[in-house]
T-cell receptor, first 113, second 116 residues
Framework: GQNIDQPTEMTATEGAIVQINCTYQTSGFNGLFWYQQHAGEAPTFLSYNVLDGLEEKGRFSSFLSRSKGYSYLLLKELQMKDSASYLCAVRNDRGSTLGRLYFGRGTQLTVWP | NAGVMQNPRHLVRRRGQEARLRCSPMKGHSHVYWYRQLPEEGLKFMVYLQKENIIDESGMPKERFSAEFPKEGPSILRIQQVVRGDSAAYFC??????????????FGSGTQLSVL
């Protein structure tokens, strides 16, 4: 089975840095994705990691440690518009589930002025 | 270049009625996934389809739920005899052939189903 854990809520202030952690236990791991979802909207892709290390993309970075089953999403220079739910998802290609993603419950980030 | 289109955005049904949710994948995408999102919960996989084929329906309830992706037209998720517990946001996602590990899913804006 799959088990993906991330904090339910986090708060931070504008301009700050926030790190959202995600731990996972899965069979057939084939990559970890982070998505952003604003209320009532579609989840949108942020990042992908399959090898250990840090992937940087502008204000957002994502880190993966496969041996520890651990990832984090780092958001720098926070803006009000970053208030959203951040979804950690693991890809499992075992058997017929090619491309299937298993999602955590999401971390609701609130950015205060 | 339209993204994944879902309609309706909001659907209200009374208990016992049928709900039909439609999803048109992105142009060039032939793989469709349906997910359900309950309040305070993560996206839960329901079914994975290619054109005219159901590949994996392991996440779909055995009764009342069905899905199709015909050769022509959108993918349809059908819920018969809806109950209050079916109230949720239903998201559709599409991808081209998910051969590569970094092939991401593109999501639609979802259909919010409310059962009275």
């Amino acid at each position: 089975g799959q088990n993906i854990d991330q904090p339910t809520e986090m708060t931070a202030t504008e301009g700050a840095i926030v790190q959202i952690n995600c731990t996972y236990q899965t069979s057939g791991f084939n990559g970890l994705f982070w998505y952003q979802q604003h209320a009532g909207e579609a989840p949108t892709f942020l990042s992908y990691n399959v090898l250990d290390g840090l992937e940087e993309k502008g204000r957002f970075s994502s880190f993966l440690s496969r041996s520890k089953g651990y990832s984090y999403l780092l958001l720098k220079e926070l803006q009000m518009k970053d208030s959203a739910s951040y979804l950690c998802a693991v890809r499992n290609d075992r058997g017929s589930t090619l491309g299937r993603l298993y999602f955590g419950r999401g971390t609701q980030l609130t950015v205060w002025p | 270049n339209a993204g994944v289109m879902q309609n309706p955005r909001h659907l209200v049904r009374r208990r016992g009625q049928e709900a039909r949710l439609r999803c048109s994948p992105m142009k060039g995408h032939s793989h469709v996934y349906w997910y359900r999102q309950l309040p305070e919960e993560g996206l839960k996989f329901m079914v994975y389809l290619q054109k005219e084929n159901i590949i994996d329906e392991s996440g779909m309830p055995k009764e009342r739920f069905s899905a199709e992706f015909p050769k022509e037209g959108p993918s349809i998720l059908r819920i018969q005899q809806v109950v209050r517990g079916d109230s949720a946001a239903y998201f559709c996602a599409s991808s081209p052939l998910p051969r590569f590990a970094n092939e991401k899913l593109f999501f639609g804006s979802g259909t919010q189903l409310s059962v009275l």
